[in-house]
């Protein structure tokens, strides 16, 4: 049981004690990198590694949310879930989130909120622009090649 935050396809934050990969079945997360952010510790949000192919829609609050915590800009589609990480920990680095944490996350969340809604936000001035480009960016492919494809037809 994980103290995690879900951001839901309808951009609303849960923050929930559970199984965290429970809104992934039966689809498998991926990970996305969060940069540590000094006395906040680690943490690391997920989505769903098929999301795109399974056709979900992109969650434009979630990714707002993650890029404002220093994701990379992405296209995210589907659940977005964020939990506390410890890159030591055994059997899994999944963690609970801190109270700090879970603050930081409620107000880059406000902040995506209000950006979604035409209104500047405190934390996050670019909330806007960035959400349209996450609106927009074409939708992220994979292209599977054959050893001699990738590697030129050798002799």
């Given amino acids: 049981m994980t103290r995690h935050v879900i951001i839901d396809n309808d951009g609303e934050l849960h923050v929930t004690i559970g199984d965290w990969k429970a809104a992934f079945r039966p689809h498998a997360p991926g990970r996305v990198t969060i940069p540590t952010l000094g006395a906040l510790g680690e943490w690391a ?4 590694d098929d999301c795109h192919p399974l056709g979900l829609p992109r969650n434009l609050v979630g990714g707002l ?6 994701a990379a800009v992405m296209p995210y589609a589907g659940p977005v879930v964020i939990t ?4 030591h920990g055994m059997p899994t680095e999944v963690c609970d989130l801190t ?10 969340h406000v902040d995506a909120r209000a ?9 996050y001035d670019r909330a806007r622009e960035v959400a ?3 609106r927009t ?4 492919t994979v292209t599977i090649l054959s050893a001699d494809e990738f590697f ?3 002799p």
């Fill in 45 to 48: 949000g997920w989505v769903n």
């Fill in 65 to 70: 949310v993650l890029t404002g915590l220093g």
């Fill in 84 to 87: 506390g990480r410890d890159p």
């Fill in 99 to 108: 109270p700090s944490q879970i603050t930081t996350i409620e107000d880059c």
């Fill in 115 to 123: 950006a979604m809604a035409g209104q500047p936000g405190p934390l």
């Fill in 132 to 134: 349209e480009m996450m």
């Fill in 137 to 140: 960016a074409p939708t992220p």
């Fill in 152 to 154: 030129g037809r050798r």
